[in-house]
């Protein structure tokens, strides 16, 4: 468990300001807001990401069923109750449905064909979640979707994401945290960068990062790991401020 300086989160933010600050004066009217999605976005394909963001947001069954499943993982991890597979996925519906914002909006009046498909998905990755992880001991500090924010420029520059996991924390100067990923579906190189990211914002936030990110893939039972160091969170303050620098100038059309 590796020990950082006490000047890493002055290095990281000073070094995010210096790249963004010639950026600022091109936003006009609109700040600008970074999540792990706008960098794979416009790192992976800069066309795809204009027609991406001009295109209108639609709720469907594909992306609810995600976010269900996550709220359900929060739930078995956080409650005292042992509940079944299913009644845990009917019971994050309910919680969406009751919140009535965002995707509970879309869960209150989805067809119930969409509803059963959401639920089936969401007890499919539940399922595979519970064959492949023990139970997270509460003296591990187990905490899902903590909300991870770093605001520049008196908030015209936003960096935000959720990690679906956390486990443990730091001690002092030295490292404790692992920040964990669930995924379905493949291995993708953007998912080791998703991390980073939010290794970064962490580090930010609190000085100190986590001393590894891991990514777990539910459908094939694999883990796949990182120790964080200064020279990755150097590499990706330096990733997003490539792409800070990307979306401005296609915002502007100073890029084509």
Known sequence: RPRFEPGLRDHLRLELERGIAPLVEQLGDEDLFLSKHHLERVHGCEAR???????????????????????????????????ASLDLIDEAIARFRND????????QTAPEADIDMVRAEANNALCSFQDCWPPLDRRWRPATEVPLRAELFSGRVILAGKPDLTIGQADGQRAGKVIV????????????????????????????????????????????????????????????????????????????
Do not use: C, N
Request: proline share 5%; charged share 30%.
């Open 100 to 107: 009535g914002r965002g995707v509970g909006e879309w869960l």
């Open 49 to 83: 990401y204009l027609a991406e963001r001009d295109e209108p947001f639609a709720w469907s069954p594909a992306i609810a069923r995600g976010i269900v499943a996550h709220k359900a993982i929060e739930i078995d991890i956080t409650s005292r109750r042992r509940w």
């Open 181 to 256: 990923d669930f995924k379905t579906g493949r291995y993708s190189p953007a998912h080791l960068a998703d991390l980073r990211f939010y290794a970064l914002l962490d580090a930010v936030r609190l000085g100190v990062p986590p001393r590894m990110t891991a990514t777990y893939y539910l459908d094939a039972g694999d883990l796949h790991t990182e120790a964080i160091d200064e020279p990755i969170l150097d590499a990706t303050v330096a990733r997003t401020v490539g792409a800070a620098r990307r979306i401005i100038e296609l915002r502007s059309g100073e890029r084509q």
